[in-house]
């Protein structure tokens, strides 16, 4: 699957995740911001990210190994396996590309919309 599809159903089918996705996907998010924090105040370590709490399931951990791209794939993978009805790739009638959004009416890559087409 391409990097924009699984980027597509990681963003607008989110409700989609199991709880355990859920919480890994949140570790992974505080790593990050972490990172981000520390890299621009070096000197200081109270961020309020430290103090909120990660998840150290097992469970969790596993699902973090490989890093977030891995994860990220598994989780796409079982959600257009689990629930393939709910899914939908909205394209452009014109051009064929992948929109936006689920409800986009507007290509960004032809600037084709369809708006008036119910």
Same mark, same amino acid.
């Given at each position: 699957?391409?990097?924009? !599809?699984s980027? =597509?159903?990681?963003?607008?089918?989110?409700?989609? #995740?199991?709880?355990?996705?859920?919480? +890994? *996907? @949140?570790?992974?998010?505080?790593?990050?911001?972490?990172?981000?924090?520390?890299?621009?105040?070096?000197?200081?370590?109270?961020?309020?990210?430290? !103090?909120?709490? =990660?998840?150290?399931?097992?469970?969790?951990?596993? #699902?973090?190994?490989?890093?977030?791209? +891995? *994860? @990220?794939?598994r989780?796409?993978q079982?959600?257009?396996?689990?629930?393939?009805?709910e899914?939908?790739?909205?394209?452009?009638?014109?051009?064929? !590309?992948?929109?936006?959004?689920?409800?986009?009416?507007?290509?960004?890559?032809?600037?084709?919309?369809?708006?008036?087409?119910?």
């Amino acid at each position: 699957m391409s990097p924009e !599809k699984s980027a =597509y159903v990681f963003k607008y089918y989110a409700h989609l #995740m199991t709880l355990t996705e859920k919480s +890994a *996907f @949140r570790n992974f998010f505080l790593i990050e911001k972490n990172q981000a924090y520390t890299a621009r105040n070096p000197k200081r370590s109270d961020s309020h990210f430290y !103090k909120m709490k =990660y998840i150290n399931s097992p469970t969790v951990l596993a #699902m973090m190994e490989g890093g977030f791209e +891995a *994860f @990220r794939d598994r989780t796409v993978q079982r959600i257009l396996k689990e629930h393939p009805d709910e899914v939908f790739f909205n394209y452009c009638p014109k051009c064929n !590309k992948l929109v936006r959004t689920p409800r986009a009416k507007q290509c960004y890559h032809c600037f084709h919309s369809w708006h008036d087409q119910e």
